[in-house]
């Protein structure tokens, strides 16, 4: 069974510029949801997506968004790039069958920096 | 408000050696879930173990092993007999049962280096 795939791997951008990144998760999974990683804040919940509504939303602006598709493949966008966004994008998928927690599954992140 | 503390920033140790990773967390939910995960240099996080609050007992798996006692809000880790493979960081986390949901709420990490 394939793991969780993320793309791009790795993206540069500039201060101001909006970016894409997208997820697809374990066939069969229903929730998605979304990390950023940084040397200074660590690991921190951005949002989770399942069956393409947001259930639950991490401590970030506005300009952090998501959504997924009926095939559970997620994007999230970031628009107006600042500097402090250059991050490690990590996605996880959970099987989320009873609605309790599940084990999540991660991808190997999308790395972004902001020039 | 929920929080994971993992005091340890860096540990060094050499080959064979025993090493047990702290974690502290803070939560007033009575139902919750403790998470171990390894994120080697390549990046991607590697489920270890769960816990759920209910279960407190210990487990072993091999080499591993981890010790949740909730008195003291504490789930630690141990590696027996240490291996240059096990050097990576280490995260502890925390899932809330009323989040409806994977949120997970990670401590700080834990860099290990195993030096041959």
């Known amino acids: 069974k394939a793991g969780v795939t993320q793309t791009p791997r790795y993206l540069i951008k500039t201060r101001g510029q909006q970016v894409t990144l997208s997820c697809s998760p374990i066939?069969?999974?229903?929730?998605v949801s979304w990390y950023q990683q940084t040397p200074g804040q660590g690991l921190q919940f951005l949002f989770e997506y399942f069956s393409e509504t947001q259930r639950n939303k991490g401590n970030f602006p506005g300009r952090f968004s998501g959504r997924q598709f009926s095939n559970s493949r997620s994007e999230m966008n970031v628009s107006t790039l600042e500097l402090g966004d250059s991050a490690l994008y990590l996605c996880a998928s959970s099987l989320d069958t009873s609605g309790r927690y599940n084990e999540q599954f991660f991808g190997p992140g999308t790395r972004l920096t902001v020039l | 408000a929920q929080k994971v503390t993992q005091a340890q920033t860096e540990i060094s140790v050499v080959e064979k050696e025993d090493v047990t990773l702290d974690c502290v967390y803070e939560t007033r939910d009575t139902t919750y879930y403790l998470f171990w995960y390894k994120q080697p240099p390549s990046g991607e996080l590697v489920f270890l173990i769960r816990r759920n609050s209910f279960d407190e007992q210990n487990e072993i798996s091999g080499r591993y092993s981890w010790n949740f006692q909730k008195s003291t809000s504490s789930f630690n880790f141990t590696i027996t007999a240490s291996q240059v493979v096990d050097s990576a960081v280490y995260f502890c986390a925390l899932s809330e049962a009323y989040n409806a949901g994977n949120m997970l709420t990670f401590g700080g990490g834990t860099r290990l280096m195993v030096k041959p």
């Open positions: 066939s069969g999974h229903r929730s």
